[in-house]
């Protein structure tokens, strides 16, 4: 069974940083794509960055220059780093694994269970 454990959220005042990390277990991630997602109230879940077993990021246009996604295959984790946080980053913030190159959720076979950011303005 796979697992996936997010940890980092928090609350941050605008112009701030935080770091993501996505703890797996269960299988070996080195082949696999992994992404983040959010969420905010009310709002659909979204991409925000991807990265591939070579590395290759991508990245929504309204985190790019300030999110930076990273992986560890020898940890099984993945990592998103924050900087110039805004209060539209505001939600909940989702690691999740697929086997195939997408910024659509429904690509994606498992799923962490949450950490929620908060940034006040």
């Known amino acids: 069974q796979v697992q996936l454990v997010e940890s980092g959220g928090g609350l941050v005042q605008a112009g701030g940083s935080l770091r993501l990390s996505c703890a797996a277990s269960?299988?070996?991630?080195?082949?696999?794509?992994m992404a983040w997602f959010r969420q905010a109230p009310g709002k659909e879940r979204e991409f925000v960055a991807s990265i591939d077993r070579n590395d290759f990021t991508t990245y929504a246009d309204s985190v790019k220059g300030r999110f930076t996604i990273s992986r560890d295959n020898a940890e099984y984790a993945v990592y998103l780093q924050m900087n110039s946080l805004k209060s539209e980053d505001t939600a909940v913030y989702y690691c999740?694994?697929?086997?195939?190159?997408?910024?659509?959720?429904?690509?994606?076979?498992?799923w962490g269970q949450g950490t929620q950011v908060t940034v006040s303005s």
């Open positions: 999740a694994v697929g086997s195939r190159y997408s910024s659509n959720s429904a690509d994606f076979d498992y």
């Open positions: 269960g299988r070996t991630f080195s082949r696999d794509f």
